[in-house]
């Protein structure tokens, strides 16, 4: 091939030359082997002198064939565009790439940077047909005659290098980069540039180059460039700013203004010098250039969820949703792909101004820099109506590492998507609810066609092991007790160990007393108390079987000791309640298009009632009495009518508070996320330490800040009351003690039916000894 290509230049040039370079045969030799090493003999043959070398003979009718075989199409995938994820205002809350680009037309561009990059690369670039000998003739002589090395490649071939170079990553192919080319890879990209030039305008192949040229790191085209060297846009480039990425493309290594300042500069100077001798640019406007330094305002375009403007955890969120739907790809390869290179602009649920306010309590209550690492805590809303995440925050930074604060894990979902482990979601799995799953038994209970002010005992007493809870749904149709840890039958407490004695559901709920919700479920059946639950969306966050499982059918389960729940699903319960018992499921993305005008499906609102309106005003009715009288009562949250329920595991390891009404609903979690079974007592949060834990202490209030923040939002319609017989049934008052009743209290029982004094924080669970393996709760 060597041999025939120097065969084809010798015939070219056989011509009596006055020129010194070409009187000898070793200068002629100094020329072959110039071409042989760069590769530009390759384009010399292939571009001009194949025609004349074909009556050559032999050797170069074999060059002949050998570029004829050659492909003559260019191959252009789409180029890859960074993905913007979007609030509802349109603001932004992060950008994906594998490469940054932007974009831009040609008139978008300033004519000093196509001035400074056809002076310095291709000046020639409006003459020339796709190979230039006239350029290559000029490298020779330079590099030949000076101690300076000079390119002979068009800026179309350039811009075919970068075409090949850009397919084969996208592809997995082999990219080849120069330095590394054969004579026949020179060939190839000499036959394209001819072909480019055939089949574009030298606008559009200049627009094409200035797009997809790399000009530092992950920076591609000269939008990305400007911003990130200059903050400002192509079109507002100025001459020496021009110039320096000019002169960048030649090596962004090793003109890097950022790491070869002083080599950049040089280089710089070098692109003025060459558009003052091609008259872009007076001799005034060099000499003011070339005086300046180089300007340098590095702004770059944060990449991926740790470089979030906003809610990095809902970011992550809505990447594994895009990655886990084969609507983007059949392969978890093809969908990265889309999401990372096809310049999605994804629109989402999420409202910056909830956001601010969650995230602004969140790091009130428990900033990482004043954090014990090992507490977690989060704030998930959503609307009950639609079942849009308005809001997704937590204390940790988004960032890998062992460092305390730093996490990726997503404290809010689950660790799979309906528990298929092909389906990461990025997060820890869930926590026990504690007593926040109460309000389950409240509803199989008003579902039952019972009422609220029933009056139970609840007694301090031990269910024997063996005794039979019904549960349909278990073989022999029954749960019989069982006796953990060595200890005969299950024994619910109360917190405090308090409390003992007839009480009503309501009251039993508004306080959280273990012992009353015990006595409601003896009278139900454990499955069908399971089952609303799950219906509603309350599922194990931990499961890995391949579809969503319910948690554990027992006793201890129904006061939250029994399965970990993510807030995600907690939150999408409750805002079940609140939209008076039709649950939408939760949703992240309103609209999602490329680059291109392709546009993927979104989940559309889906809502189910899933159990009878008048049934949920009844668990609402009760939960606003946690309001009233009840642990949410010292909760200062802006007079709006709410609904809550707090929440503390027996360990006081994990501690919930979920306000809602019709407009929104909350779930505010703070635990031991890295030792679950470990009291957050006596651990530093928010540069405090509390020597007593429950969901009323901290959860509580920092639900309360949120929603100080977000008057007038979401404000929601007043609840409406259950039937009369919900509340009070048809059954008369019974008499304890001295047989007195009296409207809203019984003698006997503290707070009385309808409530009273409101119990030192959350006076609703069991501590230690609730032998059974109830996990008691605030």
Request: one cysteine or more; proline letters at 6%.
């Amino acid at each position: 091939m060597r041999q025939s290509l120097a065969r084809a230049c010798k015939l070219q040039y056989m011509a009596p030359r006055t020129s010194p370079l070409f009187d000898t045969a070793t200068t002629l030799g100094k020329i072959v082997a110039f071409l042989g090493i760069s590769g530009l003999s390759g384009v010399l043959a292939a571009g001009l002198l194949v025609p004349v070398a074909a009556a050559a003979g032999a050797g170069a009718s074999a060059s002949i064939q050998f570029f004829e075989e050659l492909p003559a199409e260019l191959e252009r995938d789409a180029l890859a565009q960074p993905t913007k994820i979007l609030a509802t205002d349109g603001s932004l809350i992060a950008t994906l790439y594998e490469e940054n680009r932007q974009p831009v037309t040609l008139d978008q561009v300033s004519p000093n940077m196509t001035n400074a990059l056809l002076a310095i690369e291709d000046n020639r670039f409006y003459e020339h047909g796709g190979v230039d000998l006239q350029g290559i003739l000029g490298a020779v002589a330079n590099n030949i005659s000076s101690d300076t090395t000079r390119g002979a490649s068009t800026l179309t071939q350039q811009f075919v290098t970068n075409v090949l170079i850009d397919t084969a990553r996208q592809n997995g192919g082999e990219a080849v980069f120069s330095g590394s080319k054969t004579i026949g890879d020179k060939l190839r990209e000499a036959k394209l540039a001819i072909a480019v030039e055939k089949e574009l305008t030298k606008d559009e192949i200049l627009e094409g180059y200035l797009n997809i040229v790399p000009f530092t790191g992950t920076t591609y085209g000269v939008q990305a460039a400007s911003k990130y060297f200059f903050n400002v846009d192509a079109k507002d480039l100025n001459i020496q700013q021009a110039a320096l990425l000019a002169g960048v493309v030649n090596g962004t290594t090793y003109y890097s203004p950022e790491l070869n300042p002083e080599r950049s500069l040089e280089r710089r100077n070098i692109v003025l010098g060459a558009m003052l001798k091609t008259g872009k640019i007076t001799q005034e406007e060099h000499d003011a250039a070339v005086a300046t330094d180089l300007g340098l305002k590095i702004t770059p375009t944060l990449n991926g969820c740790a470089g979030a403007a906003q809610a990095p955890y809902f970011c992550d969120y809505v990447t594994h949703l895009i990655l886990n739907d084969p609507a983007y790809g059949e392969t978890p390869e093809d969908r990265e792909k889309v999401l990372y290179r096809s310049g999605l602009t994804i629109k989402t649920t999420l409202d910056p101004r909830v956001q601010k306010a969650a995230q602004t309590a969140v790091n009130e209550t428990a900033n990482p820099d004043t954090t014990d690492g090992a507490v977690g805590h989060s704030l998930v809303s959503v609307d009950p109506k639609t079942g849009n995440i308005v809001s997704m925050a937590q204390n940790t930074r988004y960032r890998p590492g062992e460092a305390a604060g730093d996490s990726v894990l997503n404290f809010n979902v689950d660790l799979y998507a309906d528990g298929n482990p092909e389906k990461s979601l990025g997060g820890i799995g869930g926590f026990q609810p504690g007593s926040t799953y109460k309000p389950f038994t409240v509803a199989a209970w008003v579902d039952a066609g019972k009422s609220l002010n029933t009056v139970l005992d609840g007694s301090k007493k031990r269910y024997p092991e063996g005794d039979l809870w019904k549960a349909s749904c278990l073989e022999g149709g029954n749960y019989p007790v069982q006796s953990p840890d060595g200890v005969s039958g299950y024994f619910p407490q109360n917190y405090g160990d308090t409390n003992y004695g007839p009480a009503t559901v309501l009251r039993g709920l508004s306080q959280s007393l273990n012992t009353i919700t015990m006595a409601s479920a003896k009278q139900l059946d454990l499955c069908r108390i399971q089952d609303i639950a799950f219906n509603m969306g309350v599922h194990n966050g931990k499961s890995n079987k391949g579809e969503p499982a319910r948690l554990a059918v027992s006793p201890s389960a129904l006061i939250g000791g029994d399965g970990d729940v993510a807030p995600l699903s907690m939150v999408t319960a409750f805002a079940g309640f609140g939209n008076e018992g039709s649950v939408c499921d939760p949703r992240a993305l309103t609209e999602v298009t490329a680059a291109d005008g392709t546009s993927y499906p979104v989940p559309a609102v889906s809502c189910e009632q899933v159990i009878p309106k008048e049934t949920a005003r009844g668990v609402n009715y009760a939960t606003q009495e946690v309001m009233k009288t009840g642990s949410g009562s010292q909760l200062e949250y802006g007079g709006i009518p709410m609904a809550g329920k707090t929440g503390t595991n027996d360990k006081r390891s994990q501690t919930w508070f979920m306000g809602y009404n019709s407009g929104l609903a909350t779930a505010s979690w703070i635990g031991n996320w890295k030792e679950g079974n470990t009291s957050l007592s006596g651990l530093q949060i928010g540069g405090r330490v509390y020597p007593e834990i429950d969901g009323s202490l901290i959860a509580g209030p920092s639900w309360a800040r949120f929603m100080q923040q977000i008057p007038g939002l979401y404000v929601g319609e007043r609840f409406q009351n259950p039937p009369a017989d919900i509340i009070n049934g048809r059954q008369s008052v019974p008499s304890f003690g001295n047989g007195q009743n009296r409207p809203g209290g019984l003698p006997g029982v503290p707070g009385g039916i309808l409530g009273g004094p409101a119990a030192p924080g959350d006076n609703n669970g069991g501590g230690n000894g609730n032998n059974g393996g109830g996990e008691g709760d605030d």
